[in-house]
């Protein structure tokens, strides 16, 4: 039995057939299409959409933000659901890359379909089309490649029988996930094929818990047996393979105890005893001085990215060696390590019982626990700065801690405040952070926000952002509105990067370019440039308010519950008070040669620093 379909038309019915399934959990694997239309996709996958409302069509402003929000959907799903996203041709596929670059870096899943010029050819350049002298064989689309887990061009109807299974599998492969890309050329959405009826069944996508090599986990439990100061540091894959649980038991049973990369924040609880808190450039003192110390490295589903590794300064240990449980042989080979590649919640399982009745000795219990108490008290104390208004980034993120729920979500991405919420924020729920860090993608924070709460619309979601995220993409406060989907934002306005500007003074520079100033015979240090965000916010239809001190930034963010509808709080906040770094370092190379001698300065220690940067 056959059905004439539309290629867009059979994708479509395609896409709302499929499940994924993990632990008896059966989840539908698209939850919608998000779009924005033109003369690519409008009459194809437009009106495929239109006559098929089991995809249900969200309107989006932006298509990168669109991409973002597909993708923290995924996140906030643990990679198990996901949102399909079409675009039309030419540049509403371009803008589609910088999402793509971020969903495939931080490993989750995102279906996009950019619409591509005609596969007939005779009517080309069709508007928006690239042209080359050298082949008709290439559109703006082959930008994807790079960036994409599976990439494919669908020149005839039937291909999609094949390339829809491939593209499936790669979306629901924890090891090979990311942007999977099917270019649609324009004519061919609109052409009909007889599809056969068996291809629309509903298919359910299993994924699976790998377990790794029995004689490698042997011989991981002999390593952490004979180990002295073992740390573990936890990352991503610890929350999307649900193993928070296994970890706290073996982290308890133990003794070893846990740092965790921004992706891993969250794996436990702050309080929980073995909890360290961050790792890395960003982290925190016991964090980087136990790893600097580590005879043994357990890394869990992290990517060792430089800001876990300080560089690869990190490990100072002559004779530290790294196991590594990840889902990704290509991860797990990585520092050299003993490769445990299976599923993370599987193998911490089967390393407890492999490694029975051992604990770390007490006097390294005495210093993790010691770390711990100690480090409270920082946070308190950079909580509590009180600085005069402009108040401090470390004191807005205390107060909106203090006031969001136990179980509501932080969603950031770019700028100062990564760091900072790494340090600092007491996440009390696994999916209670989420950050983008792996792209660390400026605009992520208020569209990634929007897919958190589509994924999860029974918590409340906290967007922290920076003024200069907010002014690259703040327009999805308009589709979040136009769905019902309340967010509480923080616009943090420090009237620049006061990240870069931080990192542009310790190279030895004087910030150029890092603040947002009028231009003032002939360069850019006149006065500060004012930009009314409530009003911005209100003219989008947000409810919005100015906050100036701490009990003013309470109670907005109290308004802000209670509201039903997206809520943008404003707050200056101070530009250079800055939360510290601690015992950790980050490469950033610096001029050779310059005439300023702050830079031969600042050139001369980064010089020394490099030296610890180990090779394993
Ligand atoms: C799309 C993109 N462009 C550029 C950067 C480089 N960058 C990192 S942070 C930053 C400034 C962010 O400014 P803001 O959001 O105000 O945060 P702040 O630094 O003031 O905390 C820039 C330009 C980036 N991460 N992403
Ligand atoms: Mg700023």
Aim: net charge neutral; with cysteine.
């Amino acid at each position: 039995m056959t059905t004439r379909l539309t290629t867009a038309q059979a994708i479509v019915r395609f896409l709302k057939n499929q499940f994924s399934e993990r632990d008896g959990r059966q989840l539908r694997l698209f939850e919608g299409c998000l779009g924005i239309f033109g003369h690519g996709n409008v009459a194809g996958i437009g009106q495929a959409l239109e006559q098929d409302p089991g995809l249900p069509y969200y309107l989006f402003r932006n298509e990168q933000a669109m991409v973002h929000t597909a993708t923290a959907f995924a996140k906030m799903s643990n990679r198990l659901r996901t949102l399909a996203c079409t675009s039309s041709i030419g540049p509403g596929a371009t803008n589609m890359i910088t999402g793509a670059a971020v969903a495939t870096i931080n490993r989750l899943p995102v279906l996009l379909l950019p619409g591509d010029i005609f596969a007939r050819r005779n009517v080309a350049p069709v508007l928006q089309q690239l042209e080359s002298a050298a082949t008709q064989d290439i559109s703006v689309n082959d930008c994807f490649k790079p960036v994409a887990r599976y990439w494919d061009r669908i020149e005839r109807p039937e291909q999609i029988l094949t390339a829809l299974p491939a593209a499936m599998r790669v979306l629901t492969s924890p090891a090979d996930t990311g942007a999977v890309v099917l270019s649609l050329p324009q004519d061919v959405q609109a052409e009909a094929f007889a599809y056969p009826d068996n291809f629309f069944e509903e298919r359910i996508w299993h994924v699976a818990r790998a377990r790794c090599d029995a004689q490698f986990l042997q011989q991981a439990a002999q390593w952490i047996r004979s180990a002295k100061q073992p740390l573990i540091i936890a990352g991503g894959g610890v929350i999307y393979s649900e193993a928070t649980e296994a970890l706290s038991s073996f982290a308890a049973q133990t003794g070893i105890p846990v740092a965790e990369t921004q992706a891993g924040k969250g794996s436990l609880p702050y309080n929980h005893p073995q909890a360290l808190g961050a790792i890395g450039v960003t982290g925190t003192p016991g964090a980087n001085l136990l790893a600097r110390e580590a005879d043994l490295i357990i890394g869990i589903g992290t990517r060792y990215s430089d800001f876990t590794t300080a560089s690869q300064t990190a490990f100072q240990n002559p004779s530290v060696r790294f196991i590594n449980i990840n889902v990704s042989e290509f991860d797990a080979g990585k520092q050299s390590a003993l490769p445990l590649v299976g599923d993370a919640q599987m193998t911490l399982k089967e390393l407890a019982c492999a490694t029975q009745g051992l604990k770390v000795s007490p006097s390294y219990a005495e210093c993790v626990a010691n770390f711990q108490t100690t480090w409270e008290t920082e946070v308190d104390r950079l909580h509590n700065l009180n600085c005069h208004p402009p108040i401090s980034q470390g004191e807005v993120i205390g107060i909106v801690n203090e006031i969001s729920g136990p179980r509501d979500v932080l969603v950031c991405a770019a700028g100062s405040l990564p760091g900072d919420l790494h340090k600092m924020w007491r996440t009390r729920d696994p999916k209670g952070y989420h950050l983008e860090y792996g792209y660390s993608c400026m605009g992520y924070e208020i569209c990634g926000g929007l897919g958190v709460k589509m994924a999860a619309p029974d918590r409340e979601v906290y967007v922290m952002v920076g003024d200069g995220s907010y002014l690259m993409m703040a327009q999805e406060i308009v589709t979040a509105l136009q769905e019902g989907y309340k967010l509480n934002l923080v616009v943090l306005d420090n009237h620049g990067f006061s990240s870069i500007g931080g990192l542009t003074r310790a190279c030895g520079n004087r910030g150029m370019g890092t603040e947002y100033r009028y231009r003032n015979n002939g360069k850019l240090d006149g006065d500060l440039i004012p930009v009314d965000f409530v009003a911005n916010a209100e003219s989008l239809g947000a409810n919005a308010v100015r906050a100036v001190t701490r009990d003013d930034l309470k109670e907005a963010l109290l308004a802000a519950k209670k509201s039903p509808k997206t809520f943008v709080v404003v707050i200056e906040t101070a530009y250079d008070q800055r939360v510290p770094g601690y015992e950790s370092w980050w490469d950033v190379p610096i001029a050779e040669v310059s005439e300023a001698a702050s830079v031969r300065a600042a050139r001369a220690k980064y010089v020394e620093a490099v030296k610890k940067e180990r090779v394993f």
